[in-house]
């Protein structure tokens, strides 16, 4: 019989959402040692947090995290807002001796992160930072054909991973667009889940070469005020206030050269007209390739020069199915699909698994810290024009 | 504050575990008058039910489907065993007076189906058959944009449903390969769903002519028993038995004449290599086109001839999102995807919400039926060559 | 050294170019046994022919097609007015001892295309009908992968060929509207195609079941008079005039049974939108699949169940290359793509091949008479409502 | 009437036959102000010459190219032997005043290169370098709707070249492989083409900063010795002969600054297997994208944000026609496709009007130094990992 776990969630948007429910479904996919119990939610806006404790069942709501950290009932903190304070509470939690479950990126800055870093190494709690494409059952499934030697050494890896919830100008300024709360742009929300995936695949990367670029310059300010975001849906605009210096990168790329001495290069940017997940990434080796897009998920597509006659040879698209990892806890039919909802159960029943001492989680605060000094290696470069050092090593 | 509805789900394979997790994970998705309570579940393999009952949470297992239906806690009763065993299943429990949840098709014999929709139109409770395509947001939105003139007129339907899970000559003889346990074979399990959207999108079927064919004739049994059915993953054959011989149809197809005076044409094989879940649509209008396949269920294609210049026009891809029917539910981001899992949650809503007399239901048993009517007409004209009236209407 | 030939073209609109063009170019591609002299052209309209005569070197011009075909010098006659005046120009070419080119589909009647065919085979001269899709290196590939076993024993045939170019009300009624002029509609103009191709892959068509539908019932005069037919640019409309009635099918569909016992369908239209030269095969076999677009005509996909680690399998997208049919001629690295022009080039040269005594020429007129009975078969099938035996033995 | 030009073609290999071949079909394709006489070719194996000669109707064949030059009957000398002989020829062609058509790249090194665009500046004939990609009508028609501001202003460049005709390690070793005969690797055979394009849609490349390898460091040596390269087809290798080492780049990128402050990457690879011909671009702008891939080189994906219903937007799959740049050409129908080999009689006919004067040749020789500069100052970055100027201004 699987023992409970008390589980605090603090924000109350799409992350926090996400986790909560996840945490609900975990226990009917997968056979975890731990099954959570939703012991109290917090949110600066409190209404909000009610609402939440109403729609998932949490046993109290607070606007104060605090509350949500002191409280005994809570054995493991989900972090879920926005990037700039994530330190703070996860400081806080680890020094209350809680497990922490935090969103990427770990914070606003490198100093932040560090911090946080260098507090989980010393806790004996446990931590996992959100970083769920890393679960995608195509992705891992990639992962197992390149270390199985499917496609041979790898020569090259390339990463793109471009939106455009930022693309049009009249998309208003945001907490996303400030060095203070947000600190990346593109880089710390979509580049980061690409560095992730790289690193897991191809291992540590050594070094980079980059570019930056802040491409719509200002933003109006949103009808509501500056908090109320929306990814999508009519966002009234308040054009009697001056628009807003946007602050950090819509797009980026870099050439990396990792230890092992392979090359690759990455892409991303927020304003990219028409592409919406479009995490894409290409692994080419010395007998084969693979390629991978999130916008088809459930598809992975393999090449490979033997066992095939040459004449009939050709990427083959592979439907994700239960021979794949994770997928036959969702479905036993192949091609029936997964989501990206399904992602984040993954990841939140191998975090219950870790805690568990069943798994050896990944990535902790501390493997997060080596993805995103990568970010930072990138903006160092960007700025200086010179290949940056990773310290990824 | 929502009302709880006890539930029984009867059987406990593929169908009845994916029943179960979406009744507990409905609440959290979508805001549904009833909440479910999961009091008891059933599988004649009654360690089966125990399993699942500590699983999923239901108040308790049993090995026979009449402790479900005859307990006064169970309100709602879901069917998800094999086709033959719909109707005995679905009559008592509209005879004790409750709620109706049965998987297509309703059962193994044309006149079991009559006899289900004559006791649901005389029973006061509702019913809901799982034909959850008609739920996927593609498709939805497909029947939306036709409904709205986007594609103008139609003027032509067809459909393609093709797997593979019977394609090979070693996957061993089961019930779905008999007319006592399964009646159809392609045609239930596979153009059910094609005709259901068929109609959804285009109204009723008129005639039908048709031909059909059993590819391969005969199969081994598996080494476990007839029983033991596996869509994936290694089978056990038992070479020491004779093999069996198959008596429904791996495939078939047929011209159709919409009500409308429309053509259309579908066809169906659970034979065709390669094929996972190509539930495949094609319905060209006056003014547009609209293509769809579930194997890529995040992806609607749509060609409109009007107010785009014509060298730059072309079918374009539209990724699902929170603009489309119930994926704000999901997630507020277009393009992260949905997954199958995620069509019987809808399902499960609509269900919850038309016993609450909130929504209509749709298809209820009696509508099924007449969506399996014209699955009746297809074998009665492959086995006469002539066109036959559907009585569809 | 290579043989000359005397060719005289018939026609000079797009068909009447792309012969012209391709006798020209056919020996700097293939090694063929006769070289093409352009001795004389044809057209109604003598300044057409004229014209003609100019760009291609044409020896002269005529406005009467009788000067073609007597005259000595010309040893080959190539058809490439509509569908009406084929039988009369063919069956004097043949009385005549010259060769004969045609195009598809052989004549607007059954009774003209049996005369045809009966002259053909009482005649010592070589013939060749213009089914130009059947020497897509894609699709004789196909051909061969079947013939080789590689898909195993094939267990159904699917076609589709749809285009666009009458799916607009306002495109003018044209002689290709016409029985008299035209025959069939879209049966001949596209699906003549497909049941060439089906019989190629699959052997003889034994048996249809078939429906049709003009879906545009009339059509506005151009304003250029009936005779000014454009696929494509505007064209200007007579509205003074009263529309005309279209008398042939713009969509048709079939159920097929091959004399093999297979069982096959297809679907045709005109009217289509967003598809452009969507000549679509499907094949089924015992072992594996293969799928074919020709408007991705250096494209093939193959499924094969053996030799692949299922987890692995899926469609695999070969690129037309050199390794497959014809490629080679006319590009050594595989990707870089051939163009429609080509195919046409591939068919003169086996023609060349075939006048030389080198290669069997097909089809014949007599074998593409046998393709056309299939359309035929179609039509009366369409009217009876019953299966009808094609003769196609 | 057309004028006729003498022509001399140098080389008789793949581009050697593309080319003669293609002098001999532009007639009848365009009307073009010149007509193209074969005068001569040559090529150091003199039995190929003649082969050449007989094959494509060249008045003589030569092993020595300086007999073509000096033909005062050739008017217009086509180079397509190795790099390295590149300059040589052009010198001392343009010292005899005839009009110069190279194939890409100009030279081995940049200095010959630099001699190269001098002598040219310096001369009254016409040049123009065979960068045919340029032609692709999809990529003619992005360059059209980029400069119409269809996607508004450009905000992104990215393109990838990727073949695997040097993915083997069993490849043998080759011209291609060597400096002092090819000069770059990858670079030169496929970067070049992306660079060319790139300036074609978005101006002048001002600063890149880069990074190479060579995957495969040394490979064997040919059965039949060093000059018997072949793309595709069986090669002997001889492996009683010490492997060579490979001296130019398999795989480059690099990060550009165009010189309108826009950023953009490429990579490229010979070494990346299951790639044909994949010239990948894609342009993003602040009001739509494009995308173009050779493989499908019938095809653009135009994606724009305005004037489209939000819910209903998607990449636009675009098929080329004759509404689009050269195409209408060749086919009155959109769908039908262009092949490769299309791309070099357009890029004859350009320059046969060029000669003619009645259209500005693009790239001259001049502009294909600008072009190559920036591989040079890959080439340099590469080796420094600072950012260069490339001087292509």
């Given at each position: 019989?699987?023992?409970?776990?008390?589980?605090?969630?603090?924000?109350?948007?799409?992350?926090?959402?996400?986790?909560?429910?996840?945490?609900?479904?975990?226990?009917?996919?997968?056979?975890?040692?731990?099954?959570?119990?939703?012991?109290?939610?917090?949110?600066?806006?409190?209404?909000?947090?009610?609402?939440?404790?109403?729609?998932?069942?949490?046993?109290?709501?607070?606007?104060?995290?605090?509350?949500?950290?002191?409280?005994?009932?809570?054995?493991?903190?989900?972090?879920?807002?926005?990037?700039?304070?994530?330190?703070?509470?996860?400081?806080?939690?680890?020094?209350?001796?809680?497990?922490?479950?935090?969103?990427?990126?770990?914070?606003?800055?490198?100093?932040?992160?560090?911090?946080?870093?260098?507090?989980?190494?010393?806790?004996?709690?446990?931590?996992?930072?959100?970083?769920?494409?890393?679960?995608?059952?195509?992705?891992?499934?990639?992962?197992?054909?390149?270390?199985?030697?499917?496609?041979?050494?790898?020569?090259?890896?390339?990463?793109?991973?471009?939106e455009d919830y930022m693309a049009d100008a009249d998309t208003p300024f945001s907490?996303r667009c400030?060095?203070?709360?947000?600190?990346?742009g593109a880089?710390?929300?979509?580049?980061?889940?690409?560095?992730?995936?790289?690193?897991?695949?191809?291992?540590?990367?050594?070094?980079?070469?980059?570019?930056?670029k802040i491409v719509i310059s200002e933003r109006p300010l949103p009808?509501?005020?500056?908090?109320?975001e929306?990814?999508?849906?009519e966002v009234k605009l308040d054009r009697?206030r001056p628009a807003q210096r946007v602050?950090?990168e819509d797009t980026?790329?870099?050439?990396?050269?990792?230890?092992?001495?392979?090359?690759?290069?990455?892409?991303?940017s927020r304003a990219h007209w028409g592409?919406?997940?479009?995490?894409?990434?290409?692994?080419?080796?010395?007998?084969?390739?693979?390629?991978?897009?999130?916008?088809?998920?459930?598809?992975?597509?393999?090449?490979?020069?033997?066992?095939?006659?040459?004449?009939?040879?050709?990427?083959?698209?592979?439907?994700?199915?239960?021979?794949?990892?994770?997928?036959?806890?969702?479905?036993?039919?192949?091609?029936?699909?997964?989501?990206?909802?399904?992602?984040?159960?993954?990841?939140?029943?191998?975090?219950?698994?870790?805690?568990?001492?069943?798994?050896?989680?990944?990535?902790?605060?501390?493997?997060?810290?080596?993805?995103?000094?990568?970010?930072?290696?990138?903006?160092?470069?960007?700025?200086?024009?010179?290949?940056?050092?990773?310290?990824?090593?």
């Amino acid at each position: 019989m699987a023992t409970p776990i008390g589980v605090g969630v603090i924000g109350t948007g799409f992350m926090g959402a996400a986790h909560a429910q996840s945490f609900l479904t975990v226990p009917h996919i997968f056979e975890t040692a731990l099954t959570p119990r939703l012991v109290a939610v917090a949110d600066i806006n409190k209404p909000a947090a009610e609402a939440a404790a109403r729609r998932f069942g949490f046993g109290r709501a607070t606007g104060d995290w605090k509350d949500v950290v002191a409280d005994p009932a809570v054995e493991l903190v989900s972090i879920t807002v926005p990037n700039a304070l994530h330190a703070d509470i996860a400081l806080a939690a680890l020094k209350a001796g809680k497990h922490v479950y935090c969103e990427k990126p770990l914070a606003a800055t490198a100093e932040a992160a560090e911090a946080m870093a260098a507090a989980a190494d010393k806790s004996p709690v446990k931590t996992l930072v959100g970083y769920n494409y890393m679960r995608s059952p195509g992705i891992v499934y990639a992962r197992d054909l390149i270390a199985q030697g499917v496609i041979g050494e790898p020569i090259y890896w390339r990463g793109v991973c471009d939106e455009d919830y930022m693309a049009d100008a009249d998309t208003p300024f945001s907490w996303r667009c400030r060095r203070d709360t947000a600190g990346f742009g593109a880089l710390g929300d979509l580049a980061s889940h690409l560095v992730s995936v790289a690193r897991m695949l191809m291992g540590p990367i050594a070094r980079v070469v980059a570019d930056q670029k802040i491409v719509i310059s200002e933003r109006p300010l949103p009808g509501g005020g500056e908090a109320a975001e929306k990814r999508s849906g009519e966002v009234k605009l308040d054009r009697t206030r001056p628009a807003q210096r946007v602050e950090n990168e819509d797009t980026a790329h870099a050439l990396l050269q990792f230890a092992s001495g392979v090359m690759g290069s990455f892409v991303t940017s927020r304003a990219h007209w028409g592409r919406k997940a479009h995490l894409g990434l290409e692994v080419f080796g010395r007998k084969g390739s693979i390629l991978f897009d999130h916008e088809r998920m459930n598809e992975l597509q393999l090449f490979t020069k033997d066992g095939i006659d040459g004449a009939t040879n050709g990427f083959r698209n592979i439907l994700i199915g239960p021979e794949h990892p994770s997928y036959g806890r969702f479905s036993p039919a192949r091609g029936h699909g997964l989501g990206f909802n399904d992602l984040k159960i993954i990841e939140i029943a191998h975090l219950l698994q870790g805690i568990a001492g069943r798994e050896a989680l990944y990535p902790t605060i501390p493997d997060a810290l080596r993805i995103e000094r990568i970010l930072h290696a990138v903006v160092r470069s960007a700025e200086t024009g010179a290949w940056v050092d990773t310290n990824d090593l």
